[in-house]
Protein backbone atom coordinates (compact mmCIF):
# COMPACT_ATOMS: atom_id res chain seq x y z
CA UNK A 1 0.00 0.00 0.00
CA UNK A 2 1.45 3.30 -0.88
CA UNK A 3 1.53 6.54 1.68
CA UNK A 4 0.86 10.01 0.59
CA UNK A 5 3.80 12.03 1.97
CA UNK A 6 4.16 15.96 2.69
CA UNK A 7 7.70 17.59 1.94
CA UNK A 8 8.75 21.05 4.33
CA UNK A 9 5.35 21.97 5.18
CA UNK A 10 4.12 23.03 2.01
CA UNK A 11 0.77 21.84 0.48
CA UNK A 12 2.50 19.09 -1.80
CA UNK A 13 1.85 15.80 -1.40
CA UNK A 14 3.20 12.67 -3.62
CA UNK A 15 2.97 9.22 -3.48
CA UNK A 16 5.90 7.02 -1.95
CA UNK A 17 5.19 4.28 -4.08
CA UNK A 18 5.46 6.38 -7.41
CA UNK A 19 6.67 9.88 -6.34
CA UNK A 20 3.90 11.37 -8.30
CA UNK A 21 2.37 14.58 -6.86
CA UNK A 22 -0.92 13.96 -5.28
CA UNK A 23 -4.00 15.65 -3.59
CA UNK A 24 -4.40 15.61 0.12
CA UNK A 25 -8.05 14.66 -0.34
CA UNK A 26 -6.79 11.78 -2.91
CA UNK A 27 -7.70 8.10 -1.76
CA UNK A 28 -5.73 6.29 -4.30
CA UNK A 29 -2.89 7.54 -6.63
CA UNK A 30 -3.94 8.52 -10.01
CA UNK A 31 -0.46 7.38 -11.93
CA UNK A 32 0.18 3.58 -10.17
CA UNK A 33 -3.36 3.11 -8.65
CA UNK A 34 -1.88 2.73 -4.77
CA UNK A 35 -4.11 3.22 -2.27
CA UNK A 36 -3.57 6.03 -0.03
CA UNK A 37 -7.21 6.17 2.06
CA UNK A 38 -5.62 4.78 5.03
CA UNK A 39 -2.78 7.41 5.23
CA UNK A 40 -4.73 11.01 4.66
CA UNK A 41 -4.67 11.59 8.54
CA UNK A 42 -2.84 14.55 9.67
CA UNK A 43 -0.25 12.46 12.05
CA UNK A 44 0.65 10.17 9.06
CA UNK A 45 2.20 12.16 7.08
CA UNK A 46 5.66 12.05 6.74
CA UNK A 47 7.67 15.20 7.35
CA UNK A 48 11.58 15.79 6.02
CA UNK A 49 13.57 16.94 9.12
CA UNK A 50 16.88 18.44 8.67
CA UNK A 51 20.20 17.62 11.10
CA UNK A 52 20.84 20.47 13.07
CA UNK A 53 24.60 19.81 12.46
CA UNK A 54 25.65 18.90 8.81
CA UNK A 55 21.81 19.94 7.70
CA UNK A 56 21.39 16.67 5.64
CA UNK A 57 17.78 15.71 5.07
CA UNK A 58 16.24 13.22 6.64
CA UNK A 59 12.81 11.53 7.03
CA UNK A 60 10.11 11.79 10.12
CA UNK A 61 10.99 8.89 13.06
CA UNK A 62 14.49 9.00 12.02
CA UNK A 63 16.54 9.43 15.71
CA UNK A 64 19.75 9.78 14.67
CA UNK A 65 20.64 11.40 10.63
CA UNK A 66 21.62 9.39 8.44
CA UNK A 67 24.47 11.39 6.94
CA UNK A 68 26.59 12.17 10.03
CA UNK A 69 25.01 10.18 12.40
CA UNK A 70 23.86 13.17 15.04
CA UNK A 71 20.76 13.21 17.20
CA UNK A 72 18.36 14.66 14.60
CA UNK A 73 16.35 17.62 15.66
CA UNK A 74 13.15 17.02 15.99
CA UNK A 75 11.29 19.86 14.04
CA UNK A 76 10.47 20.32 10.62
CA UNK A 77 12.68 23.08 9.17
CA UNK A 78 10.15 25.76 8.83
CA UNK A 79 9.15 25.54 12.40
CA UNK A 80 12.31 26.31 13.83
CA UNK A 81 13.66 29.96 14.44
CA UNK A 82 14.81 31.82 11.65
CA UNK A 83 18.32 32.02 12.90
CA UNK A 84 18.12 28.33 13.07
CA UNK A 85 16.81 27.98 9.75
CA UNK A 86 19.70 29.95 8.31
CA UNK A 87 22.44 28.29 10.18
CA UNK A 88 21.40 25.11 8.80
CA UNK A 89 20.79 26.04 4.84
CA UNK A 90 24.20 28.16 5.35
CA UNK A 91 25.63 23.70 6.64
CA UNK A 92 23.43 22.24 4.01
CA UNK A 93 25.81 19.92 1.91
CA UNK A 94 25.37 19.84 -2.01
CA UNK A 95 26.15 16.44 -1.32
CA UNK A 96 22.23 16.11 -0.22
CA UNK A 97 20.79 14.61 -3.07
CA UNK A 98 17.79 16.42 -5.43
CA UNK A 99 14.31 14.73 -4.32
CA UNK A 100 12.53 13.29 -7.05
CA UNK A 101 9.35 15.28 -5.73
CA UNK A 102 11.71 18.43 -5.81
CA UNK A 103 13.00 17.92 -9.84
CA UNK A 104 9.96 20.11 -11.14
CA UNK A 105 10.88 22.76 -8.62
CA UNK A 106 14.52 22.44 -10.14
CA UNK A 107 13.42 22.80 -13.93
CA UNK A 108 10.97 25.70 -12.87
CA UNK A 109 14.03 27.20 -11.66
CA UNK A 110 16.73 26.58 -14.53
CA UNK A 111 14.32 27.00 -17.15
CA UNK A 112 16.18 26.88 -20.45
CA UNK A 113 18.82 24.20 -20.51
CA UNK A 114 16.88 22.46 -17.99
CA UNK A 115 17.85 18.78 -18.52
CA UNK A 116 21.71 19.78 -18.93
CA UNK A 117 22.35 20.98 -15.53
CA UNK A 118 19.83 18.47 -14.09
CA UNK A 119 21.89 15.58 -15.93
CA UNK A 120 25.33 17.05 -14.90
CA UNK A 121 23.99 17.67 -11.21
CA UNK A 122 23.27 13.99 -10.85
CA UNK A 123 26.49 12.84 -12.14
CA UNK A 124 27.87 15.18 -9.56
CA UNK A 125 26.40 13.92 -6.74
CA UNK A 126 26.24 10.26 -8.34
CA UNK A 127 30.07 10.66 -8.16
CA UNK A 128 30.68 12.56 -5.76
CA UNK A 129 32.59 14.87 -7.19
CA UNK A 130 32.26 18.63 -8.01
CA UNK A 131 33.79 18.53 -11.26
CA UNK A 132 31.81 19.16 -14.23
CA UNK A 133 32.59 20.59 -17.58
CA UNK A 134 30.88 23.50 -19.02
CA UNK A 135 31.63 25.26 -22.11
CA UNK A 136 29.33 28.06 -21.59
CA UNK A 137 31.11 28.54 -17.67
CA UNK A 138 34.84 28.33 -19.37
CA UNK A 139 33.98 30.84 -22.67
CA UNK A 140 32.20 33.37 -21.21
CA UNK A 141 32.61 33.42 -17.38
CA UNK A 142 31.14 36.40 -16.27
CA UNK A 143 28.33 36.80 -19.17
CA UNK A 144 27.35 33.38 -17.82
CA UNK A 145 27.26 33.94 -14.09
CA UNK A 146 24.97 37.27 -14.89
CA UNK A 147 22.99 35.09 -17.59
CA UNK A 148 22.66 32.69 -15.04
CA UNK A 149 21.44 35.69 -12.05
CA UNK A 150 24.34 34.27 -9.61
CA UNK A 151 24.97 38.26 -9.50
CA UNK A 152 26.94 37.38 -5.95
CA UNK A 153 29.63 35.20 -7.48
CA UNK A 154 29.80 37.75 -10.48
CA UNK A 155 30.91 40.33 -8.57
CA UNK A 156 33.05 38.32 -6.64
CA UNK A 157 34.55 37.82 -9.52
CA UNK A 158 34.88 41.53 -10.69
CA UNK A 159 36.17 42.32 -7.65
CA UNK A 160 38.98 39.79 -7.83
CA UNK A 161 40.23 40.89 -11.31
CA UNK A 162 40.16 44.49 -10.12
CA UNK A 163 41.98 44.11 -7.13
CA UNK A 164 44.62 42.03 -9.01
CA UNK A 165 45.02 44.65 -11.80
CA UNK A 166 45.71 47.31 -8.56
CA UNK A 167 48.27 45.39 -7.00
CA UNK A 168 49.92 44.37 -10.63
CA UNK A 169 49.28 48.33 -11.97
CA UNK A 170 53.12 49.39 -11.16
CA UNK A 171 54.75 45.98 -12.78
CA UNK A 172 54.03 47.45 -16.32
CA UNK A 173 55.74 44.78 -17.94
CA UNK A 174 54.86 41.46 -16.66
CA UNK A 175 51.31 43.38 -15.62
CA UNK A 176 49.56 41.73 -18.87
CA UNK A 177 50.98 38.39 -18.60
CA UNK A 178 50.07 37.75 -14.99
CA UNK A 179 46.16 39.20 -15.94
CA UNK A 180 45.97 36.71 -18.76
CA UNK A 181 47.62 34.19 -16.09
CA UNK A 182 44.73 35.01 -13.28
CA UNK A 183 42.04 35.15 -16.41
CA UNK A 184 43.05 31.36 -17.36
CA UNK A 185 42.72 30.15 -13.92
CA UNK A 186 39.35 32.03 -13.38
CA UNK A 187 38.09 30.57 -16.58
CA UNK A 188 39.49 27.08 -16.01
CA UNK A 189 37.84 27.17 -12.46
CA UNK A 190 34.48 27.53 -13.80
CA UNK A 191 34.47 25.71 -16.74
CA UNK A 192 35.31 22.83 -14.69
CA UNK A 193 32.88 23.59 -11.58
CA UNK A 194 30.94 26.25 -12.62
CA UNK A 195 27.79 23.52 -12.81
CA UNK A 196 28.45 23.16 -9.47
CA UNK A 197 28.76 26.58 -8.54
CA UNK A 198 25.23 26.46 -9.88
CA UNK A 199 24.26 23.80 -8.26
CA UNK A 200 24.99 25.48 -4.83
CA UNK A 201 23.39 28.74 -5.76
CA UNK A 202 20.19 26.95 -6.80
CA UNK A 203 19.88 24.68 -3.94
CA UNK A 204 20.23 27.67 -1.93
CA UNK A 205 17.27 29.69 -3.41
CA UNK A 206 15.09 26.69 -3.61
CA UNK A 207 15.39 25.81 -0.05
CA UNK A 208 15.05 29.68 1.35
CA UNK A 209 11.60 29.94 -1.42
CA UNK A 210 10.17 26.60 -0.09
CA UNK A 211 10.48 27.69 3.38
CA UNK A 212 9.26 31.22 2.76
CA UNK A 213 6.16 30.44 0.70
CA UNK A 214 3.41 27.53 1.58
CA UNK A 215 0.93 27.88 -1.06
CA UNK A 216 2.36 26.14 -3.97
CA UNK A 217 1.37 29.05 -6.91
CA UNK A 218 3.14 31.70 -4.83
CA UNK A 219 6.03 29.48 -4.63
CA UNK A 220 6.13 28.78 -8.18
CA UNK A 221 5.47 32.55 -9.07
CA UNK A 222 8.75 33.27 -7.10
CA UNK A 223 10.62 30.66 -8.24
CA UNK A 224 10.13 31.63 -11.93
CA UNK A 225 11.01 35.06 -10.78
CA UNK A 226 14.14 34.60 -9.07
CA UNK A 227 15.31 31.68 -11.04
CA UNK A 228 15.45 31.18 -14.89
CA UNK A 229 17.93 33.61 -17.20
CA UNK A 230 18.58 37.16 -17.36
CA UNK A 231 20.06 38.48 -21.15
CA UNK A 232 20.09 42.06 -20.13
CA UNK A 233 21.78 41.31 -17.33
CA UNK A 234 24.65 39.31 -19.49
CA UNK A 235 24.73 42.30 -22.18
CA UNK A 236 24.87 45.00 -19.36
CA UNK A 237 28.78 45.28 -18.61
CA UNK A 238 28.72 45.60 -22.84
CA UNK A 239 26.45 48.49 -22.34
CA UNK A 240 28.08 49.98 -19.83
CA UNK A 241 31.23 50.29 -21.45
CA UNK A 242 30.00 51.59 -24.70
CA UNK A 243 28.19 54.37 -22.11
CA UNK A 244 31.63 55.09 -20.73
CA UNK A 245 33.20 55.56 -24.25
CA UNK A 246 30.73 57.64 -25.80
CA UNK A 247 31.02 60.13 -22.60
CA UNK A 248 34.99 59.60 -22.60
CA UNK A 249 34.45 61.50 -26.71
CA UNK A 250 32.19 63.92 -25.55
CA UNK A 251 34.40 65.29 -22.62
CA UNK A 252 37.26 65.00 -25.11
CA UNK A 253 35.43 66.74 -27.69
CA UNK A 254 34.28 69.63 -25.15
CA UNK A 255 37.70 70.02 -24.32
CA UNK A 256 38.65 70.80 -27.28
Same mark, same amino acid.
Given at each position: ???????????????????????????????????????? $? $?????? @????? !???? !????????????????????????????????????????? @?? !?????? +?????? $???? =??????????????? +??????????? =?????????? *????????????????????? $??? *??????????????????????????????????? @?????????????? !?????????????????? @??????????????
Amino acid at each position: MGEISNQKNSSRFYCSDCNTDVKESDKYCPKCGADLSDEI $E $ENSFLE @IMFCT !KCGA !KNKDGFNFCSSCGSPIQKAPLNDLPKEKVEDILNKSPVETK @IE !KSEKPY +YELFIQ $ENAS =YYLSSWELIESTNSK +YSWNWSAFLFT =YFWLLYRKMY *STALIVFIVFFIADLIFLSTV $ESR *SLIMWIINLIMIGLFGGFGNYFYLTHTKKKLSTMI @IEFSDEEQLEQHIL !KKGGISPLSAWMPFIIII @IIIILAKLVNQGNN
